[in-house]
């Protein structure tokens, strides 16, 4: 059965508000609405509090996925609210009052530009779209396209595509004037871990104006300007390195060379090296690389120009592997690959041809 076509967020959000079906969503004045916003660990949560939550993970699909992860709800309504800013417009946040809920205005589209998204291509938060590929060649991506993915330890908390973007801020809660786009670091509420979210918001306080992202024609360059310490490397190796990058105040700062790129993509498709790393990974407070895996940090950001991650999928399709004999020892079962080959055509194993050299030493040289 074919499944429903996803819906527009912002169409289905303004359709759900006038059928005054879920409790706390109402218009509360002229363009302006709110949205319950009760933690689920209160308790005096209860089902109808997160039922327009659970709403958009139907409509949306993403029920599959988490079928009883309220959380998950919450986190997947927000992430699609918050990247309409060119539709809605959050003016109150009264989340920790005694009747929680944040207050939203609705944005005449054609008064400003839409940013992160638009109304007609609503994002997938949690996965890239996926297209059948017997109706289309994929579209090769601008530079300026980006893949952005937020982890809180194992936890991805946001995941979006900013699209034809030569300059995104990352910030909490401070934003800087002048970009073109920028992304707020989600909040702990959705978070269980008491301890994680103490030591996660002593750092999201610490981030401020948190820095931005330049993509160039060389590469890809970060400017930190917050307060918070900030790592970043193209490998996610748990080897620790004696001296990682910290990224320096004020000082932009080199993350990916499009021209290391392409080195490294020649040399995979020729079959002389190891796919190109292009994911920048970014680890917010705490160093890294230091021997540790990168899904234990508390604050992780991964960086995907796609334009890369298109190269590279062409490379393999065109056949290019990084895997080559001398990285290769196959055990099925206790059995060497050779032992299988043997086994099948019948040729003689090890221990049959040592017996037939020892008879041969003793019956016919000696004889």
């Known amino acids: 059965m074919q499944s429903l076509p996803k819906p527009q967020f912002a169409h289905w959000l303004i359709e759900q508000l006038e059928t005054g079906q879920y409790k706390g969503l109402s218009y509360v004045g002229h363009g302006k609405f709110r949205v319950p916003w009760k933690h689920n660990s209160r308790k005096d949560c209860n089902d109808e509090d997160g039922k327009i939550f659970k709403a958009w993970a139907v409509a949306s699909g993403k029920i599959n996925d988490f079928p009883n992860d309220k959380a998950r709800w919450k986190t997947n309504f927000r992430c699609a609210l918050n990247n309409l800013r060119g539709r809605f417009r959050k003016i109150e946040d009264n989340s920790k009052s005694d009747d929680p809920h944040k207050v939203y205005e609705i944005i005449n589209p054609g008064s400003l530009q839409m940013q992160n998204s638009q109304e007609d291509s609503d994002p997938d938060i949690y996965s890239s779209p996926q297209t059948d590929p017997a109706q289309f060649n994929p579209q ?24 034809n973007c030569p300059q995104l801020q990352l910030h909490y809660p401070q934003e800087t004037q002048g970009i073109q786009s920028a992304i707020c670091f989600p909040s702990t509420e959705d978070l269980i871990d008491h301890k994680q979210i103490h030591y996660t918001n002593r750092i999201l306080d610490s981030i401020q104006r ?67 790393e292009y994911t920048i990974n970014m680890c917010f407070g705490e160093k890294f690389p230091d021997g540790r895996a990168l899904e234990r940090k ?33 055990q099925t079962s206790h059995n060497s690959l050779m032992e299988l080959i043997t086994s099948a055509f019948g040729l003689p194993t090890m221990e049959e041809l040592s017996a037939l050299k020892y008879f041969l030493h003793y019956h016919v040289y000696k004889g």
Not at 216 to 230: K, L, N, T
């Open 210 to 276: 948190g820095l931005t992202l330049e993509v160039q024609q060389s590469g890809i360059f970060a400017y930190r300007q917050g307060s918070c310490h900030v790592f970043a490397s193209t490998s996610d190796a748990m080897v620790a390195q004696p001296n990682p990058q910290k990224l320096p105040l004020n000082t932009p700062v080199q993350l990916l060379s499009f021209e290391n790129y392409l080195h490294e993509l020649r040399m995979f498709k020729e079959n002389n090296g190891h796919s190109p």
């Open 140 to 163: 090769q991506p601008s530079m300026n396209d980006l893949e952005i993915s937020i982890f809180y330890r194992r936890r991805e908390m946001f995941k979006t595509v900013v699209l």
């Open 298 to 330: 508390l604050i992780v950001v991964k960086v995907v120009p796609l334009i890369c991650r298109y190269f590279h999928e062409q490379a393999q399709v065109d056949g290019a592997s990084s895997l080559h004999s001398s990285d290769v020892s196959l």
